[in-house]
């Protein structure tokens, strides 16, 4: 039913940023950002608007503007670095944070399986139910979320939920039942969860330097925009852009909002020249400081770039 934004052959549109310094503050996380209103690869969006006031219960939404063709959100997957965040396109829907959330539960597709993301959420999960109420998700899971895994996998699971479900203005936070039931304490390991989750209380989860545009082989052309948080030294952020055989055909950097110790936003635009569509690679690293020949953190996003 839905189109996956990492499937090769979709010309994908840009795919969402946070765009304010305060990434993690509970005004600026719940913005979904800008989104794609069509397949196109310039910086065209329209902001992404839930068209109901809250999330429904089955069969009782109801819409508050005209439906677009497409919605485009935030699904978040962890790697070996922490929390990713990938896309899914689909039909317009008035119940996107419904959406959102069985797309997480689905898991990562094969491409995304294959880049190395993978989900801390136990297969076997299912959504019960999503209601959102005066800003807090309420999000009825059955009882497979909280089985399995150490600390780190109860943490990873629950900012993953935690992350796609605050995307949307509508959400503060996020509140958790499994069953039916409320839950204040979830699995063996004791995690306390009897208040409304946020990002701010995964901040650690997140990488030092996470991507948001462009997203996973996303069809893009010159100048393409990259943009995305980082908690790197002095702030710095380094790019890069590979063609098909792995040679650099642009270098330069730009500079987060804030760096060494706390996380800051990047924004930039960069123009690149290629004689035909191919294949490529988005690089985005910090500073070399120490001398060793390769960077203490890098991102490596694939692309299909045109000409």
């Not at 969402?16 to 719940?30: E, I, K, N, R």
């Not at 203005?169 to 004791?190: A, I, N, Y």
């Not at 208040?195 to 330097?209: E, F, G, H, K, V």
């Amino acid at each position: 039913m839905k189109v996956l934004i990492a499937v090769a052959a979709a010309v994908l549109a840009l795919a969402v940023g946070f765009l304010a310094a305060g990434l993690l503050t509970d005004s600026d996380a719940t913005s979904a950002g800008p989104v794609p209103s069509g397949p196109t690869t310039t910086e065209d969006t329209t902001e992404v608007a839930p068209t109901t006031t809250g999330e429904e219960e089955p069969g009782t939404g109801t819409e508050t503007e005209p439906a677009a063709p497409d919605v485009t959100y935030q699904v978040w997957f962890v790697n070996d670095e922490g929390l990713f965040v990938t896309y899914r396109t689909e039909p317009a829907t008035p119940r996107v944070g419904t959406a959102a959330l069985e797309s997480l539960l689905e898991g990562p597709d094969t491409f995304e399986t294959g880049y190395g993301l993978s989900t801390a959420i136990p297969e076997g999960t299912e959504l019960l139910g999503l209601t959102i109420d005066d800003g807090i998700a309420r999000a009825d899971l059955t009882s497979e979320f909280e089985s399995g895994g150490g600390t780190l996998s109860m943490q990873s699971r629950l900012a993953q939920v935690v992350f796609t479900l605050t995307q949307f203005p509508t959400v503060d936070g996020v509140v958790f039942s499994l069953d039916g039931e409320p839950v204040d304490v979830l699995g063996g390991e004791g995690i306390i969860i009897d208040q409304p989750l946020t990002r701010r209380d995964y901040a650690d989860l997140l990488p030092a330097i996470l991507v948001t545009t462009p997203a996973l082989n996303q069809v893009v052309e010159s100048p393409i925009l990259i943009r995305g948080s980082a908690n790197v030294f002095e702030a710095n952020v380094g790019i890069q852009i590979l063609d098909a055989n792995g040679n650099v055909i642009v270098e330069t950097f730009t500079t987060a909002t804030c760096g060494t110790g706390c996380r800051g936003t990047y924004r930039t635009t960069v123009p690149y020249r290629v004689d035909r569509e191919q294949n490529g690679t988005i690089v985005v690293h910090d500073d070399d400081a120490a001398g060793t020949g390769s960077f203490p953190h890098e991102v490596r996003i694939p692309v299909r770039l045109l000409p």
